[in-house]
């Protein structure tokens, strides 16, 4: 279980958390939404150490992420992220993007490492690309390259920072169809993305935030329900799909 | 180490009967800063015509700037210095060769390291020049062409404002590479800072005060140019241009 | 030009020009691998270190890019001998003038090494270095298997060009009357009366080798270019 209690950062005297509170279940696919600049990377971010935060607490499966003693290197093997361009490492093969943590991370020997990726690569159907460089493949294809490198930690969770934003149209969908068989697997998510569509199909959870505070946090029956949505969520969920339509 | 570190010594009264040490290690530095100063500018009128010289279309100019700067960036500034100083007064017309020869010794030496320095820099003054404008958006160039422009004029009023602020920085770093090369003049005998300083240590029996004393000359020398090309750099700045 | 040339000297001559132009090459490889090495370790102090410790190396860097290259050798010079006579307790000891040139060239080659070092490890975008946080490596793999081994292919061109200009430095070696391939040449060239054709003999061995290095940093430039526009 992932613990957030009042969580507050600052950049200089600008607030950008303000106070975040949340539980994230084992099991559990969550959506975290909200306009830009609300917060939701941030958010994401500290949960992983990749951010440090100022006041408040975070833990994952009680251990505290920000006490000074944890094992940074150890929580970050167990929670695995997915980032909004990729971020693979571009002199290095498929292949050995997705060995490299295996091997110096958890010690794992070559050929595990290399079975364990091309198990992975294959579950992803990207199997016949393992030699290939990343910057040889389209950017969907990256973006599931970069999912499987998560995946090769076998983490406990995995946290998506708007995995899909840097895509063109076209390879959106193969992306999404990765994590939704992720979802369906039971695998814990949180994920940041504006595809209300693919949240209203996988999601068991929906947190939204407007400058840094979640404002709403609850079911997806309940968000997605006109009856029950705030003003500010209506006016959200109205922009998303008034810019699906304009091309 | 038995090293009897003393600052009193500069203001005695040196063995060459030039006055005390200090005024010896001044006049060092003035050399320094005279010759440096002077190659400078002309290295940098030069080096900017021969940088434009190169983005221009092919032809008799951009070859020749080619050329020169390949020659002079790939040879090491003591060898282009001992080439003027000891190889060119062969080569002249024995007349010519013989005014040098007979002419001052210490103008001879100015003018030779003015000539070596100035030529050698204006190479590199150029290569910055030339990036400065080839990084430039071709549509700049082709839109002042669309207003009108003719060549020299699309050069002087849109191209080169715009090169110049680009090329500021690594020009900055060559100013200050200009009074650091300008250490070679020692080895033909022409004493300035580092020469001085090398006299003073042999003569005084101190050489880290006297290396010292040129070591903090050239800190200050590189602090004020790095000032005074900051606040060009400043006052130059594109208002909305993103800072880099 | 009424000058008449006389290149019989230099084929008479090869053996002490080649002993020069050993001496040379020893002061461009050790200058160049060391002035690299110790160049990386600053860069990345500069950048990963405390800022106390960073602001050291910053200083460091910054004494040796505004001193002449010659004073720095002077000082190593008259420094070194009296260091080691102090350390080794033996006030007999001299060290020859090599080994002060090449620990100037090393110090001093260092500071700009490192510069061109954290220009590349800046060249690699920080997501880099996120995702290497969020697979779990530490610090040090992350520049030893990530960051590093791109950095080093942005800044190929530029250590190329920076070795070119460590070549060119070496000739400074005379002001401690060292003899590499330029003071084999002058030496010879006062000795034959031949100091025009061995300087101009000189100036073209420089060119051709100067030329090398510059064409190989185009190279690197042109593929690294290329590497850029397949992103």
Redesign the interface.
Same mark, same amino acid.
């Given at each position: 279980m992932i613990v957030l209690d009042n969580v507050r950062k600052w950049y200089g005297t600008t607030p950008v958390l303000n106070g975040c509170s949340a539980r994230i279940a084992a099991g559990e696919t969550t959506v975290i939404c909200g306009p830009s600049g609300s917060g939701k990377s941030t958010l994401l971010?500290c949960i992983?150490a @990749?951010e440090s935060i100022q006041q408040g607490s975070i833990s994952v499966d009680g251990v505290e992420v920000t006490a000074p003693k944890t094992d @940074?290197?150890?929580?970050?093997?167990r929670?695995?992220?997915v980032?909004q361009?990729f971020? @693979?490492?571009?002199?290095?093969s498929v292949i050995e993007n997705l060995a490299?943590?295996q091997i110096?991370?958890l010690r794992r020997a070559r050929t595990a490492a290399r079975d364990r990726a091309l198990a992975l690569l294959d579950r992803v159907g990207l199997a016949a690309h393992a030699e290939k460089y990343p910057?040889q493949l389209s950017g969907g294809q990256q973006q599931r390259v970069a999912i499987a490198?998560?995946l090769a930690?076998d983490p406990r969770y995995m946290l998506f920072d708007e995995p899909t934003s840097a895509l063109d149209p076209e390879m959106v969908g193969e992306v999404l169809a990765v994590m939704r068989q992720l979802a369906m697997d039971g695998m814990t998510m949180v994920i940041v993305t504006h595809e209300m569509e693919f949240a209203r199909q996988v999601a068991h959870r929906m947190i939204f935030m407007d400058q840094g505070q979640i404002t709403a946090d609850c079911g997806k029956q309940a968000f997605f329900d006109p009856a029950q949505q705030s003003e500010r969520i209506r006016a959200f969920l109205g922009g998303m799909a008034q810019r699906r339509i304009t091309p | 180490m038995n090293y009897d570190w003393s600052w009193r010594f500069l203001f005695g009264p040196s063995l060459t009967g030039e006055g005390s040490y200090v005024v010896m290690l001044m006049h060092g530095f003035g050399w320094t800063i005279l010759i440096s100063l002077t190659a400078w500018l002309i290295a940098l009128a030069f080096g900017i015509a021969l940088g434009v010289a190169r983005t221009l279309p092919r032809g008799v100019l951009r070859r020749f700037a080619t050329l020169y700067v390949h020659l002079f960036r790939n040879t090491p500034l003591l060898v282009q210095l001992f080439l003027w100083y000891f190889v060119l007064p062969e080569w002249l017309p024995k007349a010519w060769g013989d005014t040098l020869k007979s002419m001052n010794l210490v103008l001879n030496q100015v003018l030779t390291v003015l000539l070596c320095l100035s030529l050698y820099t204006a190479a590199k003054v150029a290569e910055h020049v030339r990036a400065g404008i080839a990084s430039l958006p071709a549509g700049q160039y082709r839109a002042a062409q669309a207003l009108g422009f003719g060549v020299i004029a699309s050069y002087r009023h849109v191209v080169l404002p715009q090169a110049f602020r680009i090329a500021l920085p690594p020009l900055t770093s060559e100013l200050m590479n200009v009074f650091k090369n300008s250490a070679v003049a020692m080895t033909i005998g022409l004493m300035e800072l580092t020469g001085t300083s090398r006299q003073v240590s042999e003569f005084s029996g101190h050489p880290f005060e006297a290396f010292a004393f040129a070591t903090l000359g050239y800190m200050l020398i590189a602090l004020v140019a790095a000032r005074v090309m900051r606040v060009i750099e400043a006052r130059s700045r594109i208002s909305g241009a993103t800072q880099t | 030009m009424s000058y008449a040339f006389d290149w019989s000297s230099i084929p008479r001559a090869w053996p002490f020009l080649a002993d020069g132009m050993a001496v040379t090459a020893v002061l461009l490889a050790v200058g160049m691998t060391l002035g690299i090495a110790f160049g990386t370790v600053l860069a990345v102090v500069r950048i990963y270190a405390p800022r106390p410790i960073a602001l050291l190396a910053a200083g460091y860097v910054n004494f040796f890019r505004s001193v002449p290259l010659i004073l720095t050798i002077f000082w190593v010079f008259f420094l070194v001998p009296p260091l080691l006579r102090t350390v080794t307790a033996n006030p007999y000891l001299s060290a020859s003038p090599i080994w002060s040139a090449l620990a100037a060239f090393v110090l001093a080659e260092a500071a700009y090494y490192c510069e061109i070092v954290r220009a590349g490890i800046g060249s690699v975008g920080p997501g880099q270095m996120r995702a290497t946080q969020a697979l779990g490596l530490s610090r040090i793999q992350a520049l030893r298997y990530v960051i590093v081994p791109q950095a080093l292919r942005n800044m190929a061109p530029s250590l190329a060009n920076q070795t070119v200009s460590l070549l060119k430095d070496t000739p400074l070696v005379y002001v401690v009357s060292l003899t590499d391939f330029l003071g084999a040449a002058a030496a010879i060239g006062n000795r034959d009366g031949r100091i025009v054709e061995l300087y101009v003999f000189a100036a073209v061995v420089y060119l051709a080798l100067c030329s090398l290095g510059t064409w190989l940093a185009d190279l690197l430039q042109a593929r690294s270019r290329r590497r850029m526009a397949a992103q």
């Open positions: 971010r992983n @990749l @940074l290197c150890a929580l970050r093997a929670v695995g992220m980032f361009s971020e @693979l490492f571009p002199h290095l490299l943590a110096k991370v910057l490198r998560a930690m | - | -």
